[in-house]
């Protein structure tokens, strides 16, 4: 089973073409490294909770938005490795000083996971299929 590093972070809303930029960067670079996928969202539809929630969990500022993001690897051994490669590549040099960053990453937070579930639509499935009714091809 896949192994999977996640991210959320705010980004001011002024900064966001600054920051896709990056996150492109940063993508292509993972993936020649070995990732398997690497997936960055906008908010869409968030909301504050009565205890805890994405806009909490950053302290996001009116004029900021959340991102949430996920790298996938073959396994927790080949992503220790392809990170290793990737904090070595030079072309990421410039994005390791703070100071270039387009948003906060001190209120940024990450962490690896294991997978638990992992389920995918078929390629049989048609479009009016729900995921997880869709048969085996």
Known sequence: MAYVDGFVL???VAKL???RKLARKAGKIWIEHGALAYTECVADDIKP?????FPQSVKLKADETVIFAWI??????????INAKVMNDPR???MADPA???FDGKRMFWGGFKPIVELRATPAAGPDTPPDTAEPA
């Open 10 to 12: 705010p980004v001011p």
């Open 17 to 19: 073409a600054d920051y």
């Open 49 to 53: 909770g009565k205890l805890t929630s």
């Open 72 to 81: 996938v690897y073959p396994s927790r051994k080949q992503r220790d490795s």
């Open 92 to 94: 990421l040099a410039s």
């Open 100 to 102: 270039n960053h387009p």
